[in-house]
């Protein structure tokens, strides 16, 4: 698996809360979910820590433990990184820093993906057939007042997405296709699924971009459509830090 990517933190200098690690055989990406002003999370650390926190644990469980099924990985990544901060700060608060994640692994035989929260993997097929691993719940809430996607964080009714509940684990979007099948894929955060989400791009455009342009060429895309985008017309932030990576089999 060649594997090329780029992570960019959004225009205007905040720290990057969007995680990358790529080998050979697997690639993690992680987006750190940025706590709204003024709500206690319980926590002293920033969401840079926590998605290198979890990034390193899931890496070396990736590295070392290779047989592991996807969904224990992430139970176990999250559980380390809990350990990580239980002696300074309070894991029991529901506004804890969190983060999705989506992992794919190659071994001899399968491809394997696992996806928290909104994040996204994309499988392409030699017969041109694509596999979208892509948990949109986030875009159906109720609300999206700051207490009611707090209310909505690891609930059945809301979302999923990696913090302080391991469990959220098992509800991870998962598949596995035979690397025979596979041609390409391509693993994103939120920031680059607006091309699809808020622009109207398809699956096959974006990856098809990125075969042929390459990730860096993907985030100025995007941040021409923002620009070009008038503010009053779309749900979220106008920019956000984006992740995209491009393996090739
Ligand atoms: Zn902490």
């Given at each position: ?102 992992i ?37 809430l ?13 609930t ?57 342009h390459?990730?860096?060429?993907l985030?100025?895309?995007?941040r ?26």
């Open positions: 698996m060649e594997v090329a990517y780029t992570c960019q933190a959004a225009p205007g200098g905040r720290p990057n809360d969007d995680f990358v690690i790529a080998t050979e055989r697997y690639v993690v990406v992680l987006d750190g979910a940025t706590a709204p002003a003024g709500v206690d999370s319980g926590c002293i650390h920033d969401v840079p820590w926590l998605v290198a926190q979890l990034g390193t644990h899931l890496a070396r469980m990736l590295s070392t433990e290779k047989a592991a099924p996807l969904v224990e990985v992430l139970r176990s990544g999250i559980e380390a990184t809990m350990a990580s901060h239980a002696d300074t700060c309070d894991l029991t608060n529901r506004d804890s820093p969190s983060t999705t994640v989506a794919l692994r190659r071994d001899a035989e399968l491809l394997e993906y696992a996806v928290l929260g909104d994040s996204a993997v994309i499988v392409e097929q030699h017969d041109g057939e694509l596999v979208v691993g892509h948990d949109d719940r986030t875009s159906y109720p609300a999206y007042t700051v207490e009611a996607v707090s209310r909505a964080r690891n059945e009714e809301g979302f999923w997405i990696a913090s302080v509940q391991p469990e959220a684990a098992d509800r991870a979007v998962t598949g596995a296709i035979p690397v025979s099948a596979v041609s390409s894929a391509a693993v994103m955060t939120d920031g680059i699924t607006r091309l699809v989400e808020r622009y109207g791009w398809s699956w096959a455009d974006l990856l098809k971009r990125l075969e042929s390459g990730p860096a060429q985030v100025e895309d995007i021409a459509e923002e620009r070009a985008t008038p503010a009053g017309t779309f749900r979220g932030k106008v920019h956000d830090d984006a992740t995209a990576v491009f393996c090739r089999f």
